[in-house]
């Protein structure tokens, strides 16, 4: 059984749009439970959460968009999706989509990794993800392709033999032309 992303929430925080309201600290109770996560929908807790993740990983407080914070919310949509995977295993629907978001995930953590590795290490730490690297790319070997190689390399032997004279001739104009510039410097 996979754990709810939202148990960590404590149920006495306000909603987003009414966390930051100076009114707040005058109102009841009553109506502070209202606007609480524990009367809130499961997408208002999910914004709550979205914003507490985003503010983890974020470089400044107007950061929305970069690698890290795209990351990490791949990585809640995820883990979201896993947990309906969990209960619908038949939604061929959401395990599609689960696919998909696993692999843009992937995209955007290897070019975090070829970019700035030292923000890919600490990023894969917050996200408690382990990336493996891609196996390297291996072409299945058939004779057809074994020909067609080997027919290649032949005419690129071919054309490199008819260019061989013509590539002999300009080395020996550059030589004889770096020889004059050199005469005339001295």
């Not at 009841?28 to 809130?40: F, G």
């Not at 947990?83 to 061929?92: E, I, M, R, T, V």
């Not at 057809?144 to 005419?155: G, S, T």
């Not at 590539?167 to 020889?179: D, F, I, M, Y």
Request: proline share 4%.
């Amino acid at each position: 059984d996979i754990p709810s992303q939202l148990d960590d929430l404590p149920p006495t925080t306000l909603k987003k749009d009414y966390a930051n309201l100076p009114i707040m600290n005058s109102v009841d109770d009553v109506v502070k439970r209202l606007l609480s996560l524990e009367m809130a929908s499961q997408k208002e807790k999910m914004k709550v959460k979205i914003q507490q993740l985003v503010e983890k990983v974020r470089r400044s407080p107007s950061d929305n968009g970069s690698f890290e914070v795209q990351g990490k919310l791949k990585t809640r949509r995820i883990l979201f999706q896993m947990k309906h995977l969990c209960f619908y295993s038949a939604d061929k629907n959401n395990r599609r989509q689960m696919l998909m978001d696993v692999d843009r995930r992937k995209k955007l953590l290897s070019y975090l990794r070829r970019v700035r590795y030292d923000t890919f290490e600490n990023t894969c730490k917050q996200l408690g993800i382990q990336y493996s690297l891609p196996p390297a790319y291996r072409r299945r070997v058939t004779k057809r392709w074994l020909v067609k190689k080997a027919f290649c390399m032949k005419v690129f032997q071919e054309v490199q033999k008819l260019k061989a004279p013509e590539k002999l001739k300009q080395r020996r104009e550059w030589q004889a032309r770096a020889r004059a510039a050199r005469e005339q410097k001295e």
